[in-house]
């Protein structure tokens, strides 16, 4: 549910790639808890375990996404991720290296008057919907797993199906639909 005062739908994806998977979950649990003090977690998708992409990690990965109800506007909701990552202790070294936690904001959606309309953003810090959204498997399967029950409950307005239909041809483009990526799907981590 949107209200005037939680008028954003943010998909954030987490991931987690160090320590054993009791502790990676332990992370995003902890992780969950702080997205719990900026908005409401409305829905979770189940969590993998992934390989990693981009060659310089090496650890398997403990991935999935959430959509938060929010009144922070995307660049006020990306300082708290950054904020969320130090104090769960990320250090940023060498890009795409192995992380304690990385939180990442998929996708927006606002409540205007009469719908839900997709929020496009891209400055310096900030691009959404995020440039890496339809080219890897591990951020839009969970993303598409927690849009189908909000989507189910909220209609999306007219825009925001035209962007959902553009991503999921340029996903298609990008073969994910054939992929078989997961590693090993984990229980699902708790929220509440
Ligand atoms: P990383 O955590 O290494 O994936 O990269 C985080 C950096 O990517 C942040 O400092 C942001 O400025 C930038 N960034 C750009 N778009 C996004 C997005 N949609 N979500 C999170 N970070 C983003």
């Known amino acids: 549910m949107t209200s005037r ?24 649990e902890g992780a969950i808890r702080l997205l719990q003090s900026v908005g409401q977690v409305r829905y979770t998708s189940a969590f993998y375990l992934n390989y990693p ?3 310089v990690a090496e650890n398997r990965f403990l991935n999935g996404a959430l959509v938060l109800a929010t009144a922070l506007k995307p660049h006020q909701l990306l300082c708290e991720l950054l904020n969320f990552e130090a104090k769960l202790g990320r250090v940023r070294q060498v890009p795409n290296e192995d ?10 959606l606002h409540q ?33 797993e927690v849009l189908a029950p909000l989507s189910t409950i909220t209609p999306l307005g007219h825009e925001a199906q035209l962007m959902l239909d553009q991503l999921t041809q340029e996903a298609g483009a990008h073969a994910l639909a054939d992929q078989d990526c997961w590693y090993q799907k984990v229980v699902r981590v708790s929220h509440g």
């Open 99 to 108: 992380r304690l936690i990385d939180l990442d904001i998929l996708f927006v």
């Open 5 to 28: 005062l939680s008028p954003y739908q943010a998909f954030i994806a987490l991931g987690s790639s160090i320590g054993s998977l009791l502790e990676k979950k332990l992370m995003i």
């Open 53 to 55: 992409v981009g060659g």
């Open 112 to 144: 205007s008057k009469t719908e839900l309309k997709p929020l496009q953003i891209k400055t310096e810090h900030l691009i959404v919907p995020h440039g890496k959204l339809t080219e890897r498997a591990f951020m839009w399967w969970p993303f598409i």
